[in-house]
Structures are given as C-alpha cells and as structure tokens.
C-alpha cells in the first residue's frame, strides 16, 4: 500500500534550462500522471504487485482522471478521495539533452491530506504487508501513516523525498524499517555532508541513530549503497543510456517493494529496483516509462 501524493505532470524538453529572465524554445510537450505516490504505486502495480492507494486530488478533470488511470492499472483506489478545498496538485518539469531535470510542484490536494484521512482509511492497513511512505504530503499526515502500519504489523518504507528541510520526527522515524533515501536527502537528515561515497557510511550511521533499522541510499548512475544488518553493501547501476530520469527513483521504490512482498532477500530487491529503475530511464515520462514484470529478465 501506497500513501502519498498524485499529481498531474505538464513536460518540456530544452537544450538547456532556462536562466533567471530567460524566454527559450523548448519542444516535445506532454502531460502524465504523476506524484511521487502515485508513481510508485503504479510502478508497483505494473510489476504485477497488489496495490492500494491512499491520497487526495481535487475535484477537476486531473483529479477524475487519476482515480481512472489508478483502476485501469489495477490499484484499489477506496483510499484516495476527492477534495473541493484545492485543486489537484500539479508538477511542471523542464527536461534537457543529458536526461537531467527541474521540477516544480504545486502541492494542491496533496497537501491537505490529513492524518484524520488516514485513521479513516484503517482498513486498508490490516491488510498491507508493506507501507510505502514518502515526504509530498504533511509530515503529521506520513507520520500517523507510519504508525498504522507499524500498529497492524506492515514492513514501513519510508522515501523521504524531496528532501526534508526541517529533522523529520522521532515519532515517524522510529515506525520506519527500510528508509531510501538520495545522497542529497541522506545528507539532510544525516547532517553529514555528502562528498563522495566515502561519506556515505558516516551518513548511513547517524541515521540509524534516529532509529531507522536498514537504510539504502541511491547514487544516481552508480547504483544503491546500503547497509543491512550492519553490512554495507554496494549494488551497482545498470549501464543504459538515460533519456529522461523522471521518475526512476519512484519505480526503483515501487519494485524494491514488490520484490520484498514475494520474499526476496533485500540485497535481490534492490537489484531488482535498480532493473526497473534503468529501463524507466530510457523513456521519456513518468508513469508512462515505467516497465510491465515481462520487460525485465534478471
């Protein structure tokens, strides 16, 4: 089960990013569904994983058309509700030659997701193995998430994206099992300053501190560090050519989980994430890169 945002994505393809001032051509203009929630539900769900999704989006026509894409993808959808307070939350993200991009985000209906939504939602928990979690809604609102899931005996996963400017709560973090973050999201909540991977370890120390059990962090092209059960592992990146890493973090998040409910090891569910992941690089999109369980062949 999934909590977290839906968004609708509005892209753009440039030759550079724009500079302050700056009016530019760009090309290859597209909508998708989107929202680090959302994305990682689907990602979930196209890999033949039971799914359900908690949230929020607004009553207009990107709202309805969320909870549409979420059924035709096979995603229990009794948890997302409809809301007149915002409209639903949008995301506009320019996308450059090297497969980088700039996003910007108009939180909307995610942002009144409340922890009262959550406690009305109970009745999913029972029936979640694994509570994946990430930062696009209220902290309050991921936190009592958190601890539902923890109550009913789920496996809490916690992506703490984008990366949080305030320490995140003890009362959230002490529910987490497994927290992915990035190396600028690790830095954040670790106060350790990330310079290459010989800081990862002090980085993944002073997490676990705040009480997290295992911690994978994710370097981009290099692959995922992490440390499970005391031992740091490194799994490397498969080497593809990325068109747009839109995303990729999301379908790693999503497959890793997936992988962890059929039983596999943690070290095998990264491997798998990472697969996922370097083939959602190689399309354009967010939910729309992301690959069905035959596309992968580990």
Known sequence: MVVGSANTDMVISAEHFPQPGETMMGHSFMTNHGGKGANQVVAAARLEGDTAF??????????????????????????????????????????????????????????????????????????????????????????????????????????????????????????????????????????????????????????????????????????????????VVNVPAFKVKAVDTTAAGDTFCGALCVALANGKPLVEAIRFGCKASSISVTRRGAQMSMPRLSEIDL
């Not at 009144?112 to 009745?123: F, K, M, R, T, Y």
């Not at 703490?160 to 830095?187: C, F, M, Q, S, Y």
């Open 54 to 231: 908690i949230g929020k989006v607004g009553d207009d026509q990107f709202g309805h058309s969320t909870i549409e894409m979420m059924k035709q993808e096979g995603i229990d959808v009794t948890g997302l509700t409809v809301t007149s307070e915002q409209p639903s939350g949008v995301a506009l993200i320019t996308t450059v030659a090297s497969g980088e991009n700039s996003i910007i985000i108009d939180s909307g209906a995610n942002g009144v997701l409340s922890p009262a939504d959550i406690q009305a939602a109970e009745g999913l928990f029972e029936n979640a193995g694994i509570v994946l979690l990430q930062l696009e809604t209220p902290v309050d609102t991921v936190t009592e998430a958190a601890a539902l899931g923890k109550k009913h005996g789920a496996y809490v996963v916690l992506n703490p994206a984008p990366a949080p400017k305030e320490p995140l709560p003890e009362a959230l973090l002490k529910n987490v099992d497994l927290l992915i973050p990035n190396e600028t999201e690790a830095g954040y909540i670790s106060g350790v300053n990330i310079s290459g991977d010989e800081d990862i370890p002090a980085a993944m120390t002073e997490i676990q501190k705040l009480g997290v059990k295992d911690v994978i962090i994710t370097v981009g092209s290099r692959g995922v560090c992490a440390r499970i059960d005391g031992e």
